[in-house]
Structure formats: C-alpha cells, structure tokens
C-alpha cells in the first residue's frame, strides 16, 4: 500500500517561531489532508490540499503532487498550536473505496 | 451543527472480555468510519460504511471485532473477546459522500479504551 512519511518526528519551537512541516508520500493521490491532534486527542481536519496551495490565517499548506509532497507551514506560532500534526492521503488508483492513510505524525511543542 | 458523538469517552476492561462503542455522525453525513489509533501511531482505518453498508472492512479483525449502522445513522463497534493488544483510541468519523476522495472527515473525541 502508499506509503506516508512524515519530518521532523518532534519539533520544539519557541512562542513566535516559524516552521515547516513535511509529508512525503509513496504514490499519486487525488485526496491530501492535514489534521491536527491537540492534546486532548481531537483531531481538526486543518486542510484538504491534493495540490497547489491554501492559506487559513497563520496556517498554510502546499501540495506538489508531481513530487509528492506537502508542506505545511505554521507562523507565529503559538502555545495552542501545540500537539500532533497528520497527514493523511488517499491513493487515486482505489476509486471508489478508497480510504485515508494517515502517517506517523509530527509532535509539536511550542514553549512560551 | 453538533460534531460527531462518541460514547463512552474511557472504558477499562479486562482482557477477554466484550467491549462496544457507540458513535453518532454529523447529521445528514452518509459515510461513518471507524479508525483504531494506538499511541504513538496515525489513525488505521478499521471499516467504512456508507448509509448503512460496509464499503470496506479490509483492516477489520473480523474474528473479535465487529460493527453495524443498522439504520443508516448512529453506529456500535463491538470487540468479543478483547485482548491487551487492543489497548487504543478508537475513532469515529464521517463525511458527507460516499468517497473519502474530495470529502473532509469529521472525527469524533474517541473513545481511550484499555485492556488489563
């Protein structure tokens, strides 16, 4: 099955910083979401981005499916941002059952 | 709108004894997915359905675990009998069609299940 690779695992950032987030992804896939867990274990569909880019406030994503992978970008960070970010694809070729695969996921730590 | 319902929101049980889960989609949502996360780990989708029939149960250990969405809405996940490897988050999920392709899955708080 698609394979889904997420970097860094753990990332500690300083209240303000900026930072990136990577997903790379074994196969061409027409679904592409990034979720975030906080840390009482909800998890927020943050983006849906299979390609191209978008933007919601602090927060935005770029998908260059040709490469496949995605980006997620966070700036000015802050404590709230804290917890696990997923990303989780759907591969073209299972049409009509496909599914989501989620990776491993990275933790985010934002000190104040 | 109110999100997705999960119940109970922590269960302790021993190994080899049962164990269901109740979830409650988003109004107006055909599909309903199960998803077993254990720490450390992305959520795996257990089964999806769509309305009331299963589309795809492929990760289901189909010889302890079982669900059904009888009518098309609110759905139960059993596991008969539990074994500590069960020990994880379960869950809920839902979306508006039947493709998880294009559509956002809306996930429910998940239910901390633990087997002794």
């Known amino acids: 099955g698609i394979q889904v690779e997420q970097s860094p695992p753990d990332l500690i950032l300083q209240e303000g910083a900026n930072s990136t987030l990577r997903c790379n992804f074994s196969d061409s896939v027409n679904n592409l979401q990034w979720f975030h867990q906080n840390p009482w274990g909800q998890l927020i569909n943050l983006f849906y981005?299979?390609?191209g880019t978008k933007q919601n406030g602090r927060l935005s994503a770029t998908t260059v499916a040709t490469e496949r992978y995605s980006l997620l970008y966070i700036s000015s960070s802050q404590t709230t941002d804290s917890g696990v970010y997923f990303c989780a694809v759907d591969p073209s070729w299972r049409g009509a059952n496909s599914k989501l695969t989620f990776g491993k996921g990275i933790t985010l730590s934002v000190r104040p | 709108e109110a999100g997705v319902a999960q119940s109970p929101r922590y269960k302790i049980i021993e190994k080899r004894q049962s164990v269901a889960f109740w979830c409650n989609p988003i109004s107006g949502h055909a599909t309903l997915y199960w998803y077993q996360q254990i720490l450390g780990q992305g959520p795996k989708l257990l089964i999806q359905f769509q309305n009331n029939g299963v589309v795809d149960d492929s990760q289901l250990p189909k010889d302890r675990f079982s669900a059904e969405r009888l009518k098309g809405v609110d759905s139960t996940l059993k596991i008969q009998p539990a074994k500590l490897e069960d020990s994880a988050v379960y869950l809920c999920?839902?979306?508006?069609?039947?493709?998880?392709?294009?559509?956002?899955?809306?996930f429910g708080p998940g239910t901390r299940l633990l087997v002794l």
């Open positions: 981005i299979p390609s």
């Open positions: 999920a839902s979306s508006s069609i039947g493709r998880a392709s294009r559509e956002t899955q809306y």
